[in-house]
């Protein structure tokens, strides 16, 4: 029994719904109704009913409620206090994504001179593990793109800098001698992109709708390498902000390319509760 499935049980029991216990979590559905028949299975009982467009708590999911919600209250107090232990101030943890390291650095400038005795540690993610990370504690900042701007009350957001974007495509692409380009003239290619949670590909599906295209394709790879491998080889095109083009390398042959008029917001992320010292320095000083 695992932390996050009796979080997701919780969330499950008051929604009665996978869809919006996916949304809350930033995770699919699928993932929700594994985590729920892993619990399931660790408990030996059913916490569900579920019929073709219901979900109901059984009387074992009704009994496990009480004492789940019991289980995360005392987690959060034990949270709470290590929050508040001194020794939690020693480190800043930092999520990124999509960001060229020469971003951090500047971003970060004067930091480490204003808190010597504060360390760094940071972790490459997504856009949506650092908004679960910095929702649960488990990253004190995250520098990130956001590229579908979510609206979570317990997290404070600054936006630092707008930076443009650019489709990348095959040197041998049709589209590889324009001089800018648009979502609308992409229109009937495959768009690809490092893997997500449904809800985040559903975001940029409705992006490129919202811009006139109703034949792309988005399809998911497991990393911005992949991605990158399978355009150089003439598969479709993604998209990618200035601070994002590190990734390409010459070998690849591939061609670059300002979408016209278009930029993606780099933001800063912290939740609304963190008191870290030199949290508040970075995010007063970006402004």
């Given at each position: ?42 408990l ?13 708590l ?43 390291n ?50 979570v ?21 049709r ?18 992109m ?38 150089s ?55």
């Open positions: 029994m695992k932390i996050q499935q009796i979080s997701y049980f919780v969330t499950l029991a008051r929604t009665l719904s996978f869809t919006k216990t996916a949304e809350v979590h930033f995770i699919s559905q699928t993932a929700v109704s594994q985590q729920i028949r892993l619990l399931e299975e660790d030996g009982a059913q916490l569900f009913a579920r019929s073709n467009r219901r979900v109901a059984t009387p074992a999911g009704r009994r496990f409620y009480e004492q789940a919600v019991k289980i995360l209250d005392l987690i959060e107090i034990a949270r709470q206090q290590v929050r508040e232990a001194p020794q939690h101030q020693k480190e800043l943890v930092i999520g990124l994504a999509g960001v060229d020469s971003y951090v650095v500047q971003l970060m400038k004067g930091m480490t001179d204003r808190y010597s005795d504060v360390g760094l540690a940071f972790q490459k993610c997504t856009y949506d593990q650092i908004l679960q990370g910095v929702l649960n504690r488990q990253m004190d900042l995250g520098i990130t793109l956001e590229m579908y701007p979510s609206d009350p317990e997290i404070e957001k600054r936006t630092v800098a707008h930076l443009p974007q650019y489709a990348v495509v095959s040197n041998k692409s589209f590889a001698q324009h001089n800018s380009l648009t979502r609308k003239q992409m229109d009937g290619e495959d768009y690809y490092p893997k997500t949670s449904r809800h985040t590909a559903g975001r940029m599906q409705d992006v490129f709708r919202e811009a006139g295209c109703s034949h792309i394709r988005v399809i998911q790879e497991d990393s911005m390498d992949s991605v990158l491998l399978k355009i080889f003439g598969q479709g095109f993604t998209i990618m902000a200035e601070s994002a083009l590190h990734w390409i390398s010459p070998e690849l042959n591939l061609a670059v390319i300002p979408l016209e008029n278009e930029t993606v917001p780099l933001c800063f992320m912290r939740n609304r509760e963190n008191e870290h010292p030199a949290l508040d320095f970075v995010f007063n000083s970006s402004r």
